[in-house]
């Protein structure tokens, strides 16, 4: 199954339903397509993944039909261009505290003229065809995202937002609910106001909006208010309470 590039449906502006990833697992990268999921978010940040185990992942979920989104650890240029080199279809980049560390993660992205991604065309991402025409077409296909979830991020947002080259910005409910001061109540009045300036920035921008939802209710909320990418949950929370309700009804 060929899929259209990542790039391209963020700008369709058709939903997209992904669930982040902690588990360095083929079979459960296959478990979220086969459960019907458009996309899979492979954590980086707070998965176990060694960089051997990444391309594994990518291939099970292009093999399977979904987008392999990663969420790297850090901004760094390095992270980056590894993932993308990989296969990923994005990137989603983590803590972004200001609109100089913004342009530096999109540019890391991109190859030359458009940034400064380090060029190499013998890699996954290639086909390691070492075709030249394959710069400007992961210049057009790849899309990054960048994390707005602490105060720094919040404030420079509608600058972000409207940075060339980015393709949307993923707003991190956890890590904000934290940096606003009433960690874990991502429902937070509050929160649910840094949220909402985040998706007006988006909208101004005419960039996607994402966000971590930790319930299918939270997900079609936002979806409500104009976010087009929801990542709904992750594995590990969601393999715990099937297993628990699974325990409790053979328990009776």
């Avoid at 979220?32 to 992942?57: C, Y």
């Avoid at 030249?132 to 972000?160: C, H, K, S, Y």
Wanted: glycine share 10%.
């Amino acid at each position: 199954m060929t899929l259209p590039a990542l790039r391209q449906r963020l700008r369709s502006g058709e939903p997209l339903v992904a669930t982040f990833s902690i588990i360095p697992s083929i079979e459960v990268v296959e478990l979220i397509a086969l459960a019907g999921f458009d996309a899979v978010i492979i954590d980086l940040e707070h998965g176990s993944h060694g960089s051997e185990a990444l391309g594994q992942l990518i291939l099970a979920a292009r093999a399977r039909g979904i987008y392999p989104l990663v969420r790297v650890r850090s901004s760094e240029p390095t992270e980056i261009a590894a993932a993308l080199d990989a296969g990923a279809a994005g990137v989603i980049v983590p803590q972004i505290g200001s609109l100089e560390e913004a342009e530096r993660a999109v540019k890391a992205a991109r190859f030359a003229p458009e940034g400064n991604r380090g060029a190499n065309p013998f890699v996954r991402a290639a086909d390691y065809s070492g075709r030249l025409e394959w710069f400007a077409e992961a210049n057009r296909d790849t899309a990054i995202l960048l994390m707005v979830e602490a105060q720094g991020g919040l404030a420079a947002a509608r600058e972000i937002a409207a940075l060339p080259n980015l393709d949307g910005i993923f707003i991190g409910p956890m890590d904000l609910s934290h940096a606003l001061g009433v960690p874990g109540e991502m429902g937070h009045p509050k929160v649910a106001e840094a949220i909402q300036s985040v998706i007006s920035a988006c909208k101004a921008a005419g960039i996607t909006a994402g966000i971590f939802a930790g319930t299918p209710e939270a997900a079609k909320r936002w979806r409500g208010e104009g976010v087009t990418l929801a990542g709904v949950s992750a594995d590990t929370i969601t393999f715990l309470r099937a297993l628990q309700s699974l325990v409790a009804a053979a328990r009776g």
